[in-house]
């Protein structure tokens, strides 16, 4: 749960670098988190996924926040988020992205934070 608080207490914290383990981690605990929140909506039986629409906004900006840091890990403008608009190719190549490891030590966007475990 710490990686998942982590992120949304650096809520718009766009500048800086996320080590692959913290992008991960999030995306896992969010996805668990959203999937939690859809249970809930076919239990209240609700039309309209408000809640999911509710938490989607809510977790937009440190989800953005988050990938463009995993790109600043990996030595990338975070202008390469736009590909998130590309349907299938765009969304493959920023997986392969999120993927990669990120050079050790100091890059263009700041020195490597230390590695966790």
């Given at each position: 749960m710490q990686w998942y608080l982590s992120v949304l207490k650096?809520?718009?914290g766009f500048s800086?670098?996320?080590r692959r383990k913290e992008y991960w981690m999030f995306t896992l605990i969010n996805a668990i988190v959203g999937a939690i929140i859809n249970v809930?909506?076919?239990i209240l039986g609700l039309?309209?996924?408000?809640?999911s629409m509710l938490y989607l906004l809510a977790t937009f900006l440190p989800v953005l926040a988050l990938a463009i840091r995993r790109l600043h890990d990996t030595d990338r403008s975070g202008a390469w988020a736009l590909?998130?608009?590309v349907p299938f190719f765009g969304w493959l190549v920023l997986l392969v992205l999120f993927c990669s490891v990120g050079p050790s030590g100091r890059n263009a966007y700041?020195?490597?934070p230390p590695v966790s475990s």
């Open positions: 650096n809520y718009v800086g670098r996320a809930i909506q076919l039309e309209l996924p408000y809640l590909l998130f608009f700041r020195p490597a």
